[in-house]
C-alpha cells in the first residue's frame, strides 16, 4: 500500500487488539484462581512460546525486507516503510489469531 497507510493499519490494529489478548487472558487466568482450578498450562505455555516464535520470525522478515531494500537502492523512506512492515506483520497475524480464538473461548 503505498503512502504506509498498510504499516499504520497494522500499527494501530496492534494497538487495539494487543490490549484485549491481554485481558482475555487475565481474565481466565482469574476464574481459574477463583474456582480453584489448576490453570491452563497449555494456554500459558502457548503465550511464552508464540512470542518466542513471533520475535524469531520477526527479525528474519525485518532482514530479508532491509536486504531486498539494498538490492533494489530504494529510498531510506521506503526502505524504512518496507521494514517495519515486514517486522510488524508476524505479531500482528498472532494476535489477531489469539482475538478470534479466545473470544470463541468465552
Known amino acids: 500500500m503505498s503512502g504506509g497507510r498498510q504499516l499504520r493499519r497494522d500499527a494501530f490494529s496492534l494497538w487495539l487488539e494487543a490490549p484485549l489478548v491481554i485481558a482475555m487472558r487475565c481474565h481466565d487466568m482469574q476464574m481459574a484462581a477463583l474456582t480453584g482450578s489448576t490453570q491452563d498450562t497449555a494456554e ?25 531494500a539494498m538490492m533494489t537502492a530504494a529510498s531510506p523512506d521506503v526502505a524504512a516503510r518496507a521494514i517495519s512492515e515486514a517486522a ?16 470463541r473461548k468465552t
Open 88 to 103: 510488524l506483520k508476524p505479531f500482528g497475524k498472532r494476535v489477531r489469531g489469539n482475538v478470534r480464538r479466545l473470544a
Open 44 to 68: 500459558m505455555t502457548r503465550m511464552v512460546t508464540e512470542k518466542m516464535a513471533a520475535a524469531a520470525e520477526s527479525v528474519v522478515a525485518a532482514n530479508f525486507a532491509m536486504v531486498q
